[in-house]
């Protein structure tokens, strides 16, 4: 343990900022939803017919969950069923930040000369994401305390803390395995979508059983509100002391700054091909792109195959088809759905466009950037070869991601013909939107570079509109800030012209802006 | 002859720190410049102003007839830089880091990359991370002195190197020498600058303060005297440094005052007498501790 807290002052220094903020906004949500959703529907017939309407549709199912009961507590818990999985990817990201990030800037090295014990970097680290989880734990305990039962709000509490618990394991496992933060981040990001798309499979198909395999669906399994259960608690705690134990256990046999697998030797001499800044930058960013095209291509398949849940448990469902017929339909429903999950996979897809944008900040501060501006290289091909991959890569992610939930969900619907280009279109048709998030990046990047990582604010900004906006009654001023409001609801929707231009005229403007910015500021040193 | 780079009066600030105040600059061509500073004097910086990567907040900076932040392409074509901490990509492996930035600079001598890789004993297969620092450093050296550019910018390009490697970088920046090409060279290690400069520059707080030959500079110290006397000497002035043990005296003296301080020791009758040139090492070290000395200037 020794100097752990040193360390720990460390990380809380280093984190002033961001950590009080998404322990806080994280902690709050819940009790924001649920207050919303009391306002929205007072007394207990409104509330119960809200209830069984969400609980009749898979398609919510598949993204938040059974609902369980029909009080105000437990709907806006399952409302914000997506919100467990954002704790779980602040935590891991903290963990790896400060722990296999560090020692891949070989800053670990410095304080590891010093009396630092062994582990003291993944005990801190540990310790800081323990603590915010357990703080977002006492915060959604005393918020839903204040109006609603308190065994409720403890279960509520309890549920989120150990899924931050859990994750931030999930983290310092993950931090042990690669030698470069990147691949931990993937690995740990993996890890955690899977336990998501796991929930939705088990609560939506016959095997509930699946559900119990992941994290994700714990928090609903300790029912807030709905007759408590608590031992699934304790399933939080075993997995987290599994997971950190393997993590101890091979941070103790390997070398600081060594990954598991042993490094292997390269070719003698590069490939004709590498020969300029585009051939370099592809090679950086390929392994990454890789892996999110393959990541979309899955979760296209699973929620393609979630929409044709919806669709056949809807026609089974006389009353609720009659309903929905009043609504546009049956398929105007799982159109809904779609539309609803490319809305909040585009915004995922702009995660990753802000990443490759924000490759460049990296590539500079880490001095990578400097040889290469050295030679004849101008700072503008330098800028273009990561901005190509930022521009074109997310349309990658995009097409892939629309023709597997495009086919998956004709295949269903027996009408492969219709569906897969509507949904091909749709999918794609998020790109406006996600290049005005990389051109925010590049703005800040060329301008702003000291600034650059709040593109990442400002992407979480307009997650938070999406999944909050029409909850909290947020101004339309406000809203309109994010160019997600402005994407018509595709498939279903009007496809209006407009829109895209707009945006896409205001990504370029942005875009030219970083890139001069560029040219005329000194690279970092 | 003519000037390769020619700083004059260059000032660049971060925020509130001062790195160049003032700095002058001039570099021959076909010369090997040395360039010498305590740390933080601004060493780094200046070559990072003349690859145009940072730009002045005042002062002149031509680098081979050039304005290094409006040209800094074309100047790129015929230049090569060692940074004084290289970092590697850690998934390229050294051999394909030499290839990329020898292909940038406009193709390189596969002939003189093997011999190269060879003198410096270096395995281009392994990647960023595997390397030791001072094989990262080779990657860089070999990458710079594989190119064809007419100037070197070297910014402590032996860091890290052990002694045969430091030899055989000698070597290399003799041969590029007498290949008529210009080598600015930033070092804190004085045996290597007195090796291979034919000029050195000493800068201070971001300004120059002293510039020429090795010999010229040398004329400008002290030398150290020890001398057995007759009888007591009194009022010794302007000597450094001095110490009386009974008929004994050691002191230093200012090389432009030997002269006159010999002719009062004579007086006192000279049993015997030691004297040392200053080193090089005394030279420095008076620059880099002196406060008095950066400031008169
Ligand atoms: N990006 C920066 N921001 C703020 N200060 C800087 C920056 N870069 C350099 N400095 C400051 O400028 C001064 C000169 O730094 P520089 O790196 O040029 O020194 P140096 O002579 O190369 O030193 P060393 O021998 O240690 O390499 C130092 O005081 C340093 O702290
Ligand atoms: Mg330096």
């Given at each position: 343990m020794t100097g752990s807290w040193a360390l720990v002052r460390l990380i809380l220094r280093r984190d002033r900022f961001i950590l009080p903020l998404w322990v806080v906004v994280f902690g709050l949500l819940p009790i924001t939803q649920t207050s919303a959703i009391a306002g929205l529907y007072t007394g207990e017939a409104e509330l119960r017919r809200f209830a069984a309407s969400m609980d009749a549709n898979p398609a919510f199912t598949a993204l938040?969950?059974?609902?369980?009961?029909?009080n105000a507590a437990a709907l806006g818990l399952w409302r914000g069923g997506f919100t467990p999985v954002l704790v779980g990817l602040a935590v891991l990201l903290t963990v790896i930040r400060h722990t296999r990030a560090e020692e891949e800037t070989g800053r670990r090295e410095l304080l590891g000369?010093?009396?630092?014990?062994?582990h003291a970097g993944l005990t801190s680290a540990l310790i800081v994401t323990t603590a915010a989880s357990l703080v977002i734990g006492l915060i959604v305990l005393a918020t839903f305390a204040a109006e609603y039962p308190v065994e409720g709000a403890l279960a509520a509490g309890l549920g989120y803390a150990g899924t931050g618990i859990v994750f931030a394991a999930v983290g310092a496992l993950a931090a042990?395995?690669?030698?470069n933060a990147g691949g931990a981040r993937g690995i740990a990001i993996a890890v955690l979508g899977g336990a998501y798309l796991l929930r939705g499979a088990g609560d939506t198909t016959?095997?509930?059983?699946?559900?119990?395999?992941?994290?994700?669906a714990w928090p609903q399994r300790m029912r807030p509100f709905a007759g408590?259960?608590?031992?699934?608690f304790a399933l939080f705690v075993a997995l987290a002391a599994a997971l950190c134990c393997a993590a101890y256990l091979l941070a103790g046999r390997r070398d600081v700054a060594a990954g598991l697998l042993p490094p292997r030797l390269g070719p003698a001499t590069a490939a004709?091909?590498?020969?300029?800044p585009f051939a370099l930058a592809w090679r950086l960013h390929r392994g990454s792109l890789l892996a999110w095209t393959l990541g979309f291509a899955v979760l296209g398949v699973v929620m393609g195959a979630a929409a044709n849940a919806a669709m056949s448990a809807m026609a089974e469902n006389k009353r609720l088809l009659d309903m929905l017929a009043r609504l546009g339909g049956a398929s105007a429903q799982s159109d809904m759905f779609v539309a609803a999950v490319l809305g909040i996979f585009g915004i995922a897809v702009s995660g990753y466009a802000v990443q490759a944008v924000l490759r460049m900040r990296a590539e500079e501060t880490a001095q990578r950037a400097e040889p290469l501006l050295a030679t004849p290289a101008t700072r503008v091909a330098w800028t273009a070869s990561h901005l190509v991959v930022a521009v074109l890569g997310p349309a990658a992610v995009l097409a892939v991601l629309g023709l597997s939930l495009g086919l998956t969900y004709g295949l269903g619907s027996g009408d492969v013909g219709t569906h897969l280009p509507r949904v091909l279109g749709a999918s794609l048709a998020q790109l406006p939107a996600v290049w005005v998030l990389a051109a925010v990046a590049t703005a800040l990047f060329g301008v702003l570079p000291r600034l650059a990582a709040a593109a990442w604010g400002v992407l979480a900004a307009f997650l938070l509109f999406g999944q909050l906006g029409a909850l909290l009654d947020l101004p339309e001023a406000v809203l309109d800030l994010?160019?997600?409001?402005?994407?018509?609801?595709?498939?279903?929707?009007d496809p209006e012209f407009t829109p895209y231009a707009v945006l896409t005229a205001i990504a370029a403007v942005l875009l030219a802006a970083g890139v001069y910015g560029f040219r005329r500021r000194d690279v970092a040193t | 002859m003519t000037n390769v780079i020619t700083v004059s009066g260059l000032s660049k600030s971060f925020g509130r720190t001062r790195?160049?105040?003032?700095l002058n600059l001039q570099v021959r061509a076909g010369e090997v410049h040395g360039f010498l500073g305590p740390n933080g004097a601004g060493k780094s910086t200046t070559i990072r102003v003349l690859l145009g990567l940072l730009r002045a907040d005042s002062g002149t900076v031509r680098l081979l007839g050039g304005d290094p932040w409006k040209d800094a392409v074309e100047l790129h074509r015929r230049l090569a830089y060692v940074p004084g901490d290289v970092t590697l990509w850690p998934n390229l492996s050294g051999g394909e880091v030499i290839d990329l930035l020898g292909r940038l600079r406009g193709g390189l001598d596969p002939r003189r990359r093997a011999e190269l890789i060879e003198r410096f004993e270096l395995?281009?297969?392994?990647?960023g991370r595997a390397y030791s620092k001072g094989n990262r450093q080779k990657v860089a050296l070999v990458a710079a002195l594989a190119?064809?550019?007419?100037?070197l910018l070297l910014?402590?390009?032996?860091?890290?190197?052990?002694p045969l490697m430091e030899a055989v970088f000698t070597d290399c920046v003799r041969e590029v020498k007498e290949q008529g090409r210009t080598v600015l060279l930033s070092s804190h290690i004085l045996a290597e600058v007195e090796k291979l400069c034919d000029r050195v520059s000493i800068i201070r707080d971001g300004r120059t303060v002293e510039t020429g030959t090795l010999d010229e500079l040398r004329h400008l110290t002290r030398t150290s005297i020890t001398a057995e006397l007759a009888s007591p000497v009194n009022g010794?002035?302007?000597?450094?440094d001095l110490r009386v043990d009974g008929s004994r005296v050691s002191f230093q003296v200012d090389t432009d005052r030997l002269d006159e301080v010999l002719k009062h020791l004579s007086a006192s009758g000279v049993r015997s007498l030691t004297s040392r040139p200053p080193t090089l090492e005394e030279l420095f070290m008076r620059h880099y501790r002196d406060e008095s000395l950066a400031g008169a200037r």
């Open positions: 938040y969950g059974h609902v369980l009961d029909w000369s010093t009396v630092l014990s062994r042990q395995l690669t030698e016959d095997a509930s059983w699946l559900s119990w395999l992941s994290p994700v408590e259960t608590w031992w699934p004709p091909a590498l020969a300029g994010s160019p997600f409001t402005h994407l018509p609801r595709l498939p279903g929707g | 790195a160049l105040d003032g395995d281009p297969r392994k990647k190119s064809d550019a007419e100037l910014d402590e390009p032996t860091s890290g190197l052990d010794l002035a302007g000597v450094h």
